[in-house]
């Protein structure tokens, strides 16, 4: 069945249930109105975060952005792309904008190290390192953020072999709350480095970082249908056997999308198409039988007449070109860490829960794979990890599915991903990462006495 039959008949299904819910819609939060004389609202791009700051900032240099952080009052919060999910930025006093900051500073062809500012966004990161040919070692599927941003929050990848971006960081520069400039590294303020590499915006601002690279590459990626435990079941092989892999499994269906990604080899060709319309296609047909009795097994059936014999589809080229993944749907995540070993049968029991409870959500589950690291806060600090996130599209209340699921996460000694939705507070997340978790408040107490970083979110997280 091709595509265009695929689709036909998913047409004919949502208009033949008189479905006006078919079609995703995704309203402006409320507040987001802009009232003349009233501050502009800043809204990041999933829509559930909202502030209007008093001020807004954009600095075009270091030095700019040091006076502006020593004069400012109230709460300073700063912002790259606004792709987090959690309300890290919002404040209605002081907001610094990053985008002025961005572009390459220098590059060491030797180390294959490259120094970039920290509102450079990542889909222009691989461009800027592949023109001194380099390239980032691994990159998340969604290259909108800014460096800065991705650092704060240790966003990641996939690859047992590969760590977040925040273990590739070498160096960085930090400007203060109280406008001091500092560079860091391993050797030099070495307790600021180690809180800065994954810091949640907390310590000032990062305006540089400095990168361990590699020589520029390129990649195959090989996505699949699959059955869902077939796929578990080989999961460890497939691991090893692929340089990055991961799975997206269908709720309420046995199957799932496998994306397999290795070094391109001679010869490598483009083959099958991206449908960016796949989601909403998903969605129509889960609509479309959602409410018929007996309804999970007919979805299951359709979903294996629909996708079942769907061909491969063949990205090769460029790493940075090949590693993202665009989204035309907004949504709202949450996004576990789990103890590597642990993550098949947290997944297994996550989908159980959604089949069992008649949870009525069809936007497929993530699962990936990440490498231990040693920084304080990062989700990875002292074990490999496997990452299970779960989404809702933009215009659906996340909150009734979440709630079912977190606790799942919990029951596996899960760290939550910094930048998206989750319940936890200092208590807990004090728990959940040890020594280090109070080593980082007293770097941060010493940088920030006055609390200018600690918006609401962040007063909650650290128990101030």
């Not at 800014?146 to 520069?173: E, N, Q």
């Not at 490999?384 to 000694?413: L, M, N, T």
């Amino acid at each position: 069945m091709t595509r265009r039959d695929r689709r036909r008949v998913l047409e004919l299904l949502a208009a033949s249930a008189w479905l006006p819910a078919c079609t995703p819609r995704t309203p402006a939060p409320p507040g987001a109105e802009y009232a003349p004389g009233q501050p502009l609202p800043w809204i990041n791009w999933a829509g559930n975060q909202i502030c209007h700051p008093r001020q807004r900032l954009a600095p075009a240099s270091e030095d700019e952005l040091a006076a502006m952080l020593r004069r400012a009052g109230g709460t300073v919060r700063a912002a790259g792309a606004s792709h987090s999910f959690a309300a890290l930025v919002p404040t209605d006093d002081t907001l610094i904008a990053t985008d002025l900051l961005s572009g390459l500073i220098g590059h060491d062809a030797a180390t294959h190290q490259a120094e970039l500012w920290a509102g450079t966004r990542l889909h222009d990161t691989g461009p800027l390192l592949e023109g001194v040919g380099q390239a980032l070692p691994n990159m998340p599927d969604m290259d909108y953020p800014a460096l800065g941003g991705a650092i704060a929050t240790s966003a990641h990848a996939t690859g047992p072999r590969f760590g977040s971006l925040s273990s590739y960081v070498m160096g960085l520069t930090l400007v203060t709350p109280g406008g001091q400039v500092i560079s860091c590294s391993a050797t030099e303020h070495s307790a600021i480095f180690q809180a800065a590499r994954t810091s949640l915006g907390a310590l000032g601002i990062v305006s540089r970082i400095r990168l361990q690279n590699q020589q520029a590459f390129q990649l195959t990626e090989v996505n699949r249908v699959e059955r869902t435990e077939d796929v578990l079941a080989g999961l460890k092989a497939r691991s090893l056997r692929h340089r990055h892999f991961e799975f997206l499994p269908l709720p309420h269906s046995d199957l799932c999308l496998t994306v397999a990604t290795d070094p391109a080899t001679t010869g490598d060709q483009d083959a099958g198409q991206e449908d960016p319309q796949a989601l909403i296609d998903l969605r129509k047909l889960f609509n479309a039988v959602n409410w018929l009795p007996g309804s999970q097994a007919i979805y299951d059936r359709m979903l294996t007449i629909l996708m079942g014999d769907a061909a491969s589809v063949v990205r090769t080229g460029p790493s940075y070109r090949v590693f993202p993944h665009p989204r035309v749907v907004r949504f709202r995540e949450m996004e576990y860490m789990v103890p590597a070993d642990a993550g098949p049968d947290c997944i297994r029991e996550i989908l159980r829960t959604i089949r069992e409870r008649k949870i009525p959500v069809c936007f497929p589950l993530e699962y990936r794979q990440v490498a231990a690291d040693d920084i304080w806060l990062s989700m990875f600090r002292g074990r490999a990890s496997a990452c299970i996130a779960v989404h809702q599209f933009g215009d659906v209340d996340y909150r009734p599915y979440f709630a079912e699921i977190e606790p799942i996460f919990w029951k596996y000694e899960g760290r939550p991903h910094w930048g998206k939705l989750h319940t936890l507070d200092a208590a807990r997340l004090a728990a959940l990462y040890g020594s280090h978790w109070q080593d980082f408040q007293e770097v941060r107490r010493t940088l920030d006495p006055q609390g200018k970083m600690l918006n609401r979110h962040l007063k909650t997280l650290f128990g101030v």
